[in-house]
T-cell receptor
Framework: GQSLEQPSEVTAVEGAIVQINCTYQ??????LSWYQQHDGGAPTFLSY????GLEETGRFSSFLSRSDSYGYLLLQELQMKDSASYFC???????????FGTGTLLAVQP | EAGVTQFPSHSVIEKGQTVTLRCDPI?????LYWYRRVMGKEIKFLLH????????ESGMPNNRFLAERTGGTYSTLKVQPAELEDSGVYFC????????????FGPGTRLLVL
């Protein structure tokens, strides 16, 4: 089967750094994406890794290790507005569909 | 530029009734996707259009679901007849040609079947 595992909840304080891990098991792999969703609203694209290594976009970074079927999203200088659900998703084949993890609920506390 | 829009935002229907959801993708986006999130579970792929053609419909749960994209612009997803397990949030997403790695999601339609 195809599955993506991520922690269900993470709590951190403002200004801190938090890492959300994602391990995947899929029949094909074309890249790992991260999406943010506030209060059940529209998932918003954060990052995409097709190759191994670290991609940085402002306070957010995403890492991929294809040999380990593992990636993570790193959020730095946490702000209250970062409280949201974060989903990893694998583009699993030649078609462009995404296979999503169950999401990690991040709570940022003062 | 307007984002992906979906209508209605909420729908409450009784088991056995029909509901039609609509998605308007971002202008110029050939790729249109439907996803669904059932309570507490992951977001699951339903199908993918490229313009008006169904590229991949492997995620459609059964023949009670019918998706169309006539003219390659907006898309509709009809559920007929609706069952209790169809309740959830239905998301539409679009992406431009050649940039499948980034998908722009709409706000979703929250469907409750009673």
């Amino acid at each position: 089967g195809q599955s993506l595992e991520q922690p269900s909840e993470v709590t951190a304080v403002e200004g801190a750094i938090v890492q959300i891990n994602c391990t995947y098991q899929t029949s094909g792999f074309y890249g790992l994406s991260w999406y943010q969703q506030h209060d059940g609203g529209a998932p918003t694209f954060l990052s995409y890794n097709a190759l191994d290594g670290l991609e940085e976009t402002g306070r957010f970074s995403s890492f991929l290790s294809r040999s380990d079927s593992y990636g993570y999203l790193l959020l730095q200088e946490l702000q209250m507005k970062d409280s949201a659900s974060y989903f990893c998703a694998v583009r699993g084949g030649a078609t462009n569909k995404l296979i999503f993890g169950t999401g990690t609920l991040l709570a940022v506390q003062p | 530029e307007a984002g992906v829009t979906q209508f209605p935002s909420h729908s409450v229907i009784e088991k056995g009734q029909t509901v039609t959801l609509r998605c308007d993708p971002i202008s110029g986006h050939d790729n249109l996707y439907w996803y669904r999130r059932v309570m507490g579970k992951e977001i699951k792929f339903l199908l993918h259009f490229v313009k008006e053609s169904k590229q991949d419909e492997s995620g459609m749960p059964n023949n009670r679901f019918l998706a169309e994209r006539t003219g390659g612009t907006y898309s509709t997803l009809k559920v007929q007849p609706a069952e209790l397990e169809d309740s959830g949030v239905y998301f539409c997403a679009s992406s431009p040609p050649g940039l499948a790695s980034v998908k722009y999601f709409g706000p979703g339609t929250r469907l409750l079947v009673l």
